[in-house]
């Protein structure tokens, strides 16, 4: 069984979305720098919840 971290997920659609989709550099930074925000504050366990519960319903899916 294969398992990544969320980082290291989110860090290869970001560098994805930077190299074939458009996102400007700046963008994907201000959105970085929102998230580490956002993981600091009294959001961040509800939001590591819907992570969670996103990766569990996703790890389902029979390929």
Known sequence: MLTL?????????????IWKGGLKFWHAAVCNIAALYLAATSMGPSLYGGLENAANMLSEIRF
């Open 5 to 17: 971290s969320a980082v290291v997920v989110f860090v290869l659609a970001e560098i994805g979305l």
